[in-house]
């Protein structure tokens, strides 16, 4: 028996079929964008034209939700001469010195690492590589940020191990150490993950790639992997709806890596750009041909035309809308002239990357130049794309969604977290000092990051669990990168605004912790429904407080992501703002470690303040959530900053480590294990405000006795507090907090951080 074959949907057909029912809602589009985009054409989309704006309009490609709060990090942006290339492209450039540039970016997998953990997180740090190889720049870490629900919930021994094995196997296959990054728990992260992937890459100056498609007859050359049905849909199916039970279903919907094949076009395309053979460059990720094509065309001075039927395939049966919407990994987009083409051809065959001319640059009228170009596709001859590009990747809806307070926020910034029940003896005090250490989000979280290779390439000269990751530039060269990221849903739940300043400080923190000097900021905003106004406002003022303390802090946003329907059903995760910051430092062999020496006096920098609302002390030991986040303090952070690089650089300073989640006990405890010596401490606060608050600007650094004068007038003339609270070397950990006090055997003090992981997930 035959089977009838659809007949195919051409502009022509189109045009002289304008009542054919179309499935635009299945696809993500609204009524009004559908109805919108019919009138952009002047007729019915074809199915091909349905897939490109489908994907290219979608939440997770056109930002049409977040767009009118985003502007405000260009708007407020600081003046610095540091920053090469800002938001737009596929990742931020800043100049780090010495004609050194640096560009890194965050984004995120979340849903295809819930659908299908393994490939979703693999592919995950395949794409952001890929990112920052399309800027020009050879990638040179990774790192992650990821959330989980409760350790001990089934779903979560289900997922966190697919997630670390995706993470670990293609960054350890492509060579790139995984340098740090964040591992938290919470009971709102369950059905619903955050796997949030960082690369950083260098460059010189004079390398930097756009993603723009010049020069009427230029060649339009796909190379890498051959294009599947793998990921087909990915960034309106899964990044840009709601996260339901019955995602298991959209399996198909997620990519499959392979990091071999990456490797492969990392170096094939290092080779292109030495030898100056790319006009443009753009990688195929989220929306795959749709958005590389209609990316490259709108940010060209010209059109384009492909033949869609030259895409190799794996699969011979995809459709052109099919190819349009995959999103197969590892695949690139450049555009070449034709006098290089050979060359460009040449270096591809002795990498064994497949490189197909799949079209080329256009020449345009100039009534189309002004509607920014034409994109026209065929399928065998026949056209079934002619649109304008610019309407697809850069004029897509833009939407001022409603918001409201939610109106159970003053409920629970009411339950103030100072009111909650103290220890009421040595006893009691010392048994939530372990239970807080032993608490999965804060515990040795080394179960997942010796999964990591943190030290492949030899430039990694500071790893996890350091505050912050750093790595040399180049080998001949001291100058170093530190890395951070930080986020903190517990706060942004009780005061969006404060809440994402707060993760900004805290990936400030870390960097200024390693000795270096915080540069410039990307960022991964992940949130809830944009559809519900209560998260929308939880949104707009996270943006609006990251924004303002950027621009206080001088550090620009150089790009990031947005991620929303973070949720399952009606329940939205906690907003989580994921804030990466990157820093420079003029001399790696000054770096500050957080391991404590031994026969060295402890510092206490900062003010402490009875600040527990949101603390790992209050969700741990009360299962509580309410009050108010600790008060942000953006010039007492910079002095900070400043204080521990002016310390590393003068070599007053032996180890430093700052004060975030579970307060000053945790950093004690942190930086005598990493050391391996104990320490005998005094604070003046009482127990709990003492050990477990958590007030910003604060660290504690490791000094030698005959630097202890010189460390205290530098603290001073920064105008930051610094008492001296004690000193290493003993075999145990004892604190004098006031009233009462512990002490912990530094054994069992490592029993206790270092079990709590393996005993939920196993010691293989």
């Given at each position: 028996?035959?089977?009838?074959v659809?007949?195919?949907?051409?502009?022509?057909?189109?045009?002289?079929?304008?009542?054919?029912?179309?499935?635009?809602?299945?696809?993500?589009?609204?009524?009004?964008e559908?109805e919108?985009?019919?009138?952009?054409?002047?007729?019915?989309?074809?199915?091909?034209?349905?897939?490109?704006?489908?994907?290219m309009?979608?939440?997770?490609?056109?930002?049409?939700?977040?767009?009118?709060?985003?502007?405000?990090?260009?708007?407020?942006?600081?003046?610095?001469?540091?920053?090469?290339?800002?938001?737009?492209?596929?990742?931020?450039?800043?100049d780090?010195?010495?004609?050194w540039?640096?560009?890194?970016?965050?984004?995120?997998?979340?849903?295809?690492?819930?659908v299908?953990?393994?490939?979703?997180?693999?592919t995950?740090?395949?794409?952001?590589?890929?990112?920052?190889?399309?800027?020009?720049?050879?990638p040179?870490a990774?790192?992650?940020?990821?959330?989980?629900?409760?350790?001990?919930?089934e779903?979560?021994?289900?997922v966190?191990?697919?997630?670390?094995?995706?993470?670990?196997?293609?960054?350890?296959?492509?060579?790139?150490?995984?340098i740090?990054?964040?591992?938290?728990?919470?009971?709102?992260?369950?059905?619903?993950?955050?796997?949030?992937?960082?690369?950083?890459?260098?460059?010189?100056?004079?390398?930097?790639k756009?993603?723009?498609?010049?020069?009427?007859?230029?060649?339009?050359?796909?190379?890498?992997?051959?294009?599947?049905?793998d990921?087909?849909?990915?960034?309106?199916?899964?990044?840009?709806?709601?996260?339901?039970?019955?995602?298991?279903?959209?399996?198909?919907?997620?990519?499959?890596?392979?990091?071999?094949?990456?490797?492969?076009?990392?170096?094939?395309?290092?080779?292109?750009?030495?030898?100056?053979?790319?006009?443009?460059?753009?990688d195929?990720?989220?929306?795959?041909?749709?958005?590389a094509?209609?990316e490259?065309?709108?940010?060209?001075?010209?059109?384009?035309?492909?033949?869609?039927?030259?895409?190799?395939?794996?699969?011979?049966?995809l459709?052109?809308?099919?190819?349009?919407?995959?999103?197969?990994?590892?695949?690139?987009?450049?555009?070449?002239?034709?006098?290089?083409?050979?060359?460009?051809?040449?270096?591809?065959?002795?990498w064994?990357?497949?490189?197909?001319?799949?079209?080329?640059?256009?020449?345009?009228?100039?009534?189309?130049?002004?509607?920014?170009?034409?994109?026209?596709?065929?399928?065998?001859?026949?056209?079934?794309?002619?649109?304008?590009?610019?309407?697809?990747?850069?004029?897509?809806?833009?939407?001022?969604?409603?918001?409201?307070?939610?109106?159970?926020?003053?409920?629970?910034?009411?339950?103030?977290?100072?009111?909650?029940?103290r220890?009421a003896?040595?006893?009691?005090?010392?048994?939530?000092?372990?239970?807080?250490?032993?608490?999965?989000?804060?515990?040795?979280?080394?179960?997942?990051t010796?999964?990591?290779?943190r030290?492949?390439?030899?430039?990694?000269?500071l790893?996890?669990?350091?505050?912050?990751?750093?790595?040399?530039?180049?080998?001949?060269?001291?100058?170093?990168l530190?890395?951070?990221?930080?986020?903190?849903?517990?706060y942004?739940?009780?005061?969006?605004?404060?809440?994402?300043?707060?993760?900004?400080?805290?990936?400030?923190?870390?960097v200024?912790a390693?000795?270096?000097?915080?540069?410039?900021?990307?960022?991964?905003?992940?949130?809830?429904?944009?559809?519900?106004?209560?998260?929308?406002?939880?949104?707009?003022?996270?943006?609006?407080?990251?924004?303002?303390?950027?621009?206080?802090?001088?550090?620009?946003?150089?790009?990031?992501?947005?991620?929303?329907?973070?949720?399952?059903?009606?329940?939205?995760?906690?907003?989580?703002?994921?804030?990466?910051?990157?820093?420079?430092?003029?001399?790696?062999?000054?770096?500050l470690?957080?391991?404590?020496?031994?026969?060295?006096?402890?510092?206490?920098?900062?003010?402490t303040?009875?600040?527990?609302?949101?603390?790992?002390?209050?969700?741990?030991?009360?299962?509580?959530?309410?009050?108010?986040?600790?008060?942000?303090?953006l010039?007492?952070?910079?002095?900070?900053?400043?204080?521990?690089?002016?310390?590393?650089?003068?070599?007053?300073?032996?180890?430093?480590?700052?004060?975030?989640?579970?307060?000053?006990f945790?950093?004690?405890?942190?930086?005598?294990?990493?050391?391996?010596?104990?320490?005998?401490?005094?604070?003046?606060?009482d127990?709990v405000?003492?050990?477990?608050?958590?007030?910003?600007?604060?660290?504690?650094?490791?000094?030698?006795?005959?630097?202890?004068?010189?460390?205290?007038?530098l603290?001073?003339?920064?105008?930051?507090?610094?008492?001296?609270?004690?000193?290493?070397?003993?075999?145990?950990?004892?604190?004098?907090?006031?009233?009462?006090?512990?002490?912990?055997?530094?054994?069992?003090?490592?029993?206790?951080?270092?079990?709590?992981?393996?005993?939920?997930?196993?010691?293989?």
């Amino acid at each position: 028996m035959s089977v009838a074959v659809p007949e195919l949907d051409t502009v022509g057909r189109a045009s002289a079929t304008p009542d054919v029912p179309q499935p635009y809602a299945e696809l993500g589009l609204t009524e009004g964008e559908y109805e919108r985009l019919r009138g952009i054409l002047g007729r019915r989309p074809t199915a091909a034209e349905l897939a490109i704006y489908s994907v290219m309009w979608s939440e997770h490609c056109s930002y049409k939700s977040s767009k009118v709060h985003l502007r405000q990090f260009g708007a407020k942006a600081p003046q610095t001469h540091a920053l090469l290339v800002g938001m737009g492209e596929n990742a931020g450039v800043v100049d780090v010195g010495d004609g050194w540039a640096v560009t890194f970016k965050i984004e995120s997998h979340n849903h295809p690492s819930y659908v299908e953990p393994h490939q979703g997180a693999a592919t995950g740090v395949g794409g952001i590589v890929r990112d920052i190889l399309t800027m020009g720049a050879r990638p040179v870490a990774v790192m992650d940020a990821l959330r989980f629900g409760p350790a001990d919930a089934e779903d979560t021994r289900r997922v966190l191990p697919g997630v670390v094995s995706g993470i670990s196997s293609y960054g350890n296959c492509l060579g790139l150490p995984n340098i740090g990054g964040e591992l938290g728990f919470d009971a709102g992260y369950l059905g619903n993950p955050l796997v949030n992937a960082l690369c950083v890459g260098v460059m010189r100056h004079g390398d930097i790639k756009l993603a723009q498609a010049d020069g009427p007859g230029n060649k339009v050359v796909l190379f890498g992997a051959s294009t599947g049905p793998d990921g087909i849909g990915g960034a309106s199916v899964l990044a840009s709806a709601s996260f339901e039970d019955e995602s298991q279903a959209k399996r198909p919907s997620v990519q499959v890596g392979n990091p071999f094949l990456e490797k492969l076009l990392i170096e094939c395309s290092l080779e292109l750009f030495a030898d100056d053979l790319v006009e443009g460059i753009q990688d195929l990720g989220a929306a795959g041909v749709s958005c590389a094509t209609t990316e490259l065309a709108a940010g060209g001075t010209g059109g384009m035309r492909v033949e869609l039927d030259r895409v190799p395939l794996r699969d011979p049966r995809l459709t052109p809308e099919e190819i349009l919407m995959s999103e197969s990994q590892e695949r690139m987009m450049a555009v070449v002239r034709p006098d290089r083409l050979d060359a460009f051809m040449a270096i591809c065959e002795k990498w064994g990357v497949e490189a197909t001319v799949i079209g080329e640059v256009t020449d345009v009228t100039e009534a189309e130049a002004k509607r920014g170009g034409r994109l026209v596709m065929t399928w065998h001859g026949e056209t079934v794309v002619d649109l304008p590009p610019r309407t697809a990747a850069e004029e897509g809806p833009v939407y001022e969604r409603p918001y409201a307070r939610p109106g159970d926020l003053d409920r629970l910034r009411a339950h103030n977290a100072n009111t909650l029940a103290r220890p009421a003896s040595d006893d009691e005090l010392r048994h939530q000092a372990l239970a807080v250490l032993a608490s999965p989000g804060i515990a040795d979280p080394t179960w997942v990051t010796r999964q990591y290779d943190r030290y492949v390439l030899g430039g990694t000269v500071l790893a996890a669990p350091h505050d912050g990751g750093v790595i040399r530039i180049s080998d001949d060269s001291p100058r170093g990168l530190a890395l951070a990221t930080d986020g903190n849903g517990r706060y942004t739940r009780l005061d969006p605004y404060a809440g994402a300043q707060l993760a900004l400080s805290e990936a400030y923190r870390n960097v200024a912790a390693t000795g270096a000097v915080p540069l410039a900021v990307t960022n991964c905003l992940n949130y809830g429904s944009p559809e519900d106004p209560g998260v929308m406002w939880q949104f707009a003022q996270s943006t609006r407080g990251l924004a303002d303390a950027c621009q206080e802090l001088g550090v620009p946003v150089t790009g990031g992501n947005v991620s929303f329907y973070n949720q399952t059903g009606e329940t939205a995760i906690n907003p989580t703002p994921v804030i990466g910051v990157l820093g420079t430092i003029a001399d790696v062999r000054t770096r500050l470690s957080s391991a404590f020496p031994s026969d060295a006096r402890i510092f206490l920098l900062g003010e402490t303040h009875e600040e527990l609302g949101g603390s790992a002390w209050a969700n741990t030991v009360h299962d509580h959530l309410g009050g108010v986040p600790p008060r942000v303090d953006l010039a007492a952070e910079a002095a900070l900053g400043r204080t521990l690089a002016g310390a590393a650089d003068a070599g007053l300073a032996l180890a430093a480590h700052d004060l975030s989640d579970g307060g000053l006990f945790v950093a004690l405890a942190e930086s005598c294990l990493r050391g391996n010596v104990g320490a005998t401490v005094r604070v003046e606060e009482d127990g709990v405000v003492g050990l477990f608050s958590e007030s910003v600007a604060r660290a504690v650094v490791a000094v030698s006795p005959e630097n202890t004068a010189a460390f205290a007038c530098l603290c001073a003339d920064e105008g930051v507090s610094a008492r001296e609270i004690g000193a290493t070397g003993t075999d145990r950990l004892s604190v004098d907090a006031g009233t009462f006090g512990l002490s912990v055997e530094l054994e069992e003090l490592r029993q206790v951080y270092e079990s709590a992981l393996p005993a939920i997930f196993g010691r293989d």
